[in-house]
């Protein structure tokens, strides 16, 4: 996995000024954002995050949600949960932020080459594996097929709903849904989201196979059972680790479990690297 790798030392420390290029609502709480720095590109990998801040209000980390190719600009999906992030969904677009950062680790697919990609996602977890999934489409033949997973509380929390739908025109990629609660609307699968597994496993060989994990906590728990039952190695299990933080830079120690900083060492790690943290999960 990486350092950081701002180009800038002083992003670390001191935020860039970035001004908002496009905004709308996802969800009744999720809001697209997109922003671009005034003075340099971001140059992240996926799997990584930035420090938003407002000035007078202050600062959250936020996963990256786009692939580093293709725009200039870098978009995040922002719920709307406290101070920081209730001020972002005011923001319209020309208005101005900080950024500091990217951060953390990356979800490494570049050391995944001809492998088969799973890619897991629950609820808001759809966000920084975007960035992912889109990394991976924009190298297609670098791959072999692509099983993409996404639960959701109910169908009115779904994300990014076009290219969910987009992907599963895609004959070489496999995307299922799965909802805990249904409506009248939904004709889809209803569970939670290891629910999904069996219809694909007779597909997908262990052996071949990287899984990549984003959701919440509960989640990673039972997905990891299931993975292993299905033969998954430690090794090829990914997920996002997502604890308080403050500097994002090793600094501060919010984000700390036991001798780990999941702001350098994570957020993206392999699920072998933290099974001796036991509070990780
Ligand atoms: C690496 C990383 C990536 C993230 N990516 C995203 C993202 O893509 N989109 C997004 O919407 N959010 C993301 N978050 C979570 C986001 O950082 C928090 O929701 C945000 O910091 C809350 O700030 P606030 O000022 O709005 O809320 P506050 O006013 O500080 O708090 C509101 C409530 O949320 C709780 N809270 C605050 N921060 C966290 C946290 N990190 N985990 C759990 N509970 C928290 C507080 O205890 C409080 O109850 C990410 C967090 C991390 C660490
Ligand atoms: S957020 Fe400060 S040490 Fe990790």
Request: proline share 6%; aromatic share 8%.
């Amino acid at each position: 996995m990486h350092e950081p790798r701002s180009g800038e030392a002083n992003a670390l420390f001191l935020p860039e000024v970035a001004t908002l290029v496009a905004a709308s609502a996802m969800t009744d709480r999720d809001r697209f954002l997109e922003f671009k720095l005034d003075n340099r590109e971001l140059g992240h990998l996926p799997g990584q995050f930035v420090e938003v801040s407002i000035p007078g209000i202050g600062e959250a980390p936020i996963s990256i949600s786009s692939s580093p190719t293709g725009t200039k600009g870098f978009e995040l999906v922002v719920r709307n949960v406290g101070r920081v992030t209730a001020a972002l969904h005011n923001l319209v677009p020309g208005a101005k932020v900080g950024i500091r950062g990217p951060f953390g680790t990356s979800f490494g697919l570049d050391q995944c080459e001809g492998k088969n990609l799973l890619f897991i996602a629950g609820g808001i977890g759809l966000v920084p594996l975007r960035s992912a999934i889109a990394w991976a489409l924009g190298r297609r033949s670098a791959y072999g097929r692509i099983f993409i997973l996404f639960g959701c509380l109910d169908p009115s929390q779904r994300l990014f709903t076009e290219e969910l739908e987009r992907w599963k025109t895609d004959p070489s990629i496999t995307v299922l849904e799965t909802v805990d609660r249904g409506d009248s609307s939904w004709h889809g699968n209803t569970g939670v989201i290891t629910s999904l597994l069996p219809a694909i496993k007779d597909r997908l060989d262990p052996t071949a196979a990287r899984a990549f994990l984003v959701g919440p906590p509960v989640m990673y728990k039972f997905v990891i059972l299931e993975l292993k039952n299905l033969g998954f190695q430690d090794s090829d299990i990914v997920l996002s680790l997502e604890r308080h933080m403050k500097c994002g830079v090793g600094k501060c120690g919010h984000c700390q479990i036991n001798s780990l900083y999941v702001c350098r060492e994570g957020p993206v790690m392999t699920y072998e690297s933290i099974i001796g943290h036991r509070e990780a999960l």
